[in-house]
């Protein structure tokens, strides 16, 4: 019996990412509808407003909060204002939301949106492969320097994490480490209805003394639905502290998406059954456009020109940004052995990817 639903199956609500293309019922189209009146003052001091949006792929998802922020956004200081001498703000507030993003099909076409603004190639290489783990601080060390407050993140050459190794290492009490990734996916495989495939980034021994960065990525739940000519649909859903939505939010989702993908290929392999990548969802406690931004660059012209185009033309096709952007990183991050000094596991790993992208393995 099937334990769920097709996702992707022809929907005339939703004929493309604009227009009626991706409005949801308990809300509006992400990009162009008009705005009820919610009654989220973005001035009211009694709180930051909520925003929801559902769409097709990830670049009008993106462009939709855009557009949320910039018409909702409470504006309130942050911790990275700079002051001048005097301890006065220079920059404006940003402006900030609690978000909840679905996206209903993550690589659906074009599926890198045009606010990059990463080396994406290397982003993925860090954080799906964890080619710099190596440079994490060894974990007994930096919770020694945070009892004694003699750690300085703004001067240490190591890293206390990256989002790979607090996933696939988790550093637990007496010097263990939990692969939390293997073990969602081991639940999945021998329950696929389970509600519990889920991992954390969080270290309290450690997080709760850090003064300057947390994880921003704080849990993540994987969940299967199936359809009913028993295929399984791999879900994915992120829990987010804190969002830089218009320099970090799109190359974060491409990563996580990249590993849903992978994710739903490892699960496939353990159940010897078609598993596809399903739908995404992205809960953030903070998601913010910061005032430095807002200052020096038009957001509000640049999405009124992306929320226009036509769906063909919001971003670069995974063919198009694995042959333009994603192998050139990587082959760019391999030529910069001498400064990172990999270890010879991860070369070979950034190697072999680049070869099955070229092969058309599979596409970023």
Request: with cysteine; glycine share 6%; net charge negative.
């Amino acid at each position: 019996m099937a334990i769920g639903q097709p996702i992707f199956e022809p929907d005339l609500r939703y004929p493309s990412c604009h227009g009626e293309g991706t409005r949801i019922n308990y809300g509006r189209d992400a990009m162009n509808m008009p705005h009820p009146a919610l009654g989220d003052d973005p001035h009211d001091p009694a709180g930051i407003a909520t925003i929801l949006v559902s769409a097709p792929s990830i670049p009008s998802a993106i462009y939709g909060a855009m557009r949320e922020v910039l018409t909702r956004g409470y504006k309130i200081r942050t911790q990275y204002d700079r002051k001048d001498a005097q301890g006065n703000s220079i920059d404006p507030p940003s402006l900030d939301v609690s978000s909840a993003l679905e996206i209903r099909n993550p690589y659906a076409q074009p599926r890198f949106p045009k606010s990059s603004c990463v080396e994406i190639g290397k982003y993925i290489a860090e954080t799906c492969w964890g080619v710099k783990d190596h440079l994490i601080l060894d974990q007994d060390e930096l919770k020694a320097q945070l009892a004694e407050g003699t750690f300085d993140e703004t001067k240490h050459t190591h890293w206390p994490y990256t989002y790979h190794q607090r996933l696939f290492a988790y550093p637990a009490s007496h010097g263990r480490t939990i692969n939390q990734v293997q073990q969602m996916l081991e639940r999945l495989a021998k329950d696929p209805i389970t509600r519990r495939a889920t991992a954390i980034t969080f270290v309290p021994e450690i997080d709760q003394y850090i003064k300057g960065d947390l994880p921003c990525l704080q849990r993540i739940a994987l969940r299967c639905t199936e359809d009913p000519q028993g295929r399984l649909y791999l879900h994915m859903h992120t829990h987010w502290r804190s969002r830089d939505l218009f320099n970090a939010a799109a190359d974060n989702i491409i990563a996580m998406t990249f590993w849903q993908r992978e994710w739903a290929d490892d699960l496939s392999k353990m159940t010897d059954r078609e598993v596809l990548v399903g739908r995404y969802k992205d809960f953030a406690d903070s998601l913010h456009i910061y005032g430095q931004v807002l200052q020096s660059v038009d957001v509000e012209k640049l999405v009124g020109k992306w929320t226009t185009l036509p769906a063909e033309e919001l971003g670069y096709t995974s063919e198009d940004a694995r042959d333009l952007m994603v192998i050139p990183d990587l082959e760019k991050l391999l030529s910069e052995d001498p400064q990172w000094n990999f270890p010879q596991e991860a070369k070979d790993k950034i190697a072999a990817e680049i070869e099955r992208m070229r092969r058309g393995e599979y596409l970023p």
